[in-house]
């Protein structure tokens, strides 16, 4: 399984002390996080993109380029790309163009994000945002796996023989995700198309995000790419970790109680027994985690959020020091453990994916030098 953690990039004061870093502070503290984080094990960073305050992740590739010349083995990702409000033709382009600066080492999420404004500011109404999405995502796929396109939809002016520059590496486009708290025609393209779904539940209880992940291996299985098992699912996660409970819960009550998104909401507690969120020792942090295939299935992909609410880096640091020696090992060791043979262990990846094309281009080769 892979595991790693995703960032939203919020500017947030610390509850404790009263002060917020500077924008400049919090995108080089994004930048250490992800580099810490190939340093502990973990096999994923992840940023969001925002296009307001008190977020600074506006140009999710320019950080990601930046960390894939910091970094040699770490999975450069998005936990959100606006599949809305961005036009295919720059996804297609800019994501091409970090494959090849990454060697490879790149997927991203496809979502709507969480921010209504978004949509007047970049021109687009809101009430198309499902169209949108399903629209742009196929004239996007047609850019990756088409060398010259002539297409024509509703959202944008037509392409002409168009050919998107430059071409995926080794032709092969980067591996999507399709992020979704709560859209089945977002699990619907997910399964059409065999990407992967990636359920961000740390917010709402699991039965939610239970409805939308059976709908996504249910038509997963329907589309012809497996069984419903077999299909490929991330899971989102939220934790603060300190040796002791107490300690854990103690420092960590003001962040969450001040937190951007929930904060002066549901109690510490509340949250914790009816969300993902899990405030305690590395062993609770396991014991919930493995929880997660219970109720979900087996899966490929988790990420925790540890870097928000106005954490200090220094503690955010320490969190991931727990992440990578204490939980991940465990957690990666429990979940193959009962992971039966014919289920993924992990979400394909640039060279996977190639050693799968290049397996049944030999094979073919040898059929056809048998048949001479």
Known sequence: ??????????????PTT???PTEHERIKAMTTIAKHAEDVGLDVFATGEHHNP???????TTMLGFLAAQTEKLILSTSTTLITTNDPVKIAEDY??????????????MGRGNTAPVYPWFGKDIREGIPLALENYQLLRRLWDEDVVNWQGRFRTPLEGFTSTPRPLDGIAPFVWHGSIRSPEIAEIAAFHGDGFFANNIFWPKEHYIALINLYRERFEHYGHGSADQAIVGLGGQVFMRKNSQDAVAEFRPYFDNAPVY???????????????TVGTPEQVIEKTLAFADYFGDYQRQLFLIDHAGLPLKTVLEQLDLLGSEVAPVLRREFAARRPAHVPENPP??????????????TLEATTDAAH
């Open 263 to 277: 904060g002066h909401g549901p109690s510490l507690e509340e949250f914790t027994e009816q969300t993902p969120l």
């Open 1 to 14: 399984m892979q595991i790693g953690i995703f960032s939203v990039g919020d500017v947030t004061p610390d």
């Open 349 to 362: 990846t640039h060279a996977s994916l190639l050693a799968q094309r290049n397996g049944r281009v030999g």
């Open 18 to 20: 009263g002060r917020a």
């Open 96 to 109: 091409a163009m970090l494959q090849h600066l990454a060697e490879g080492r790149v997927d991203l999420m």
């Open 54 to 60: 008190p977020f600074v992740p506006s140009s999710p």
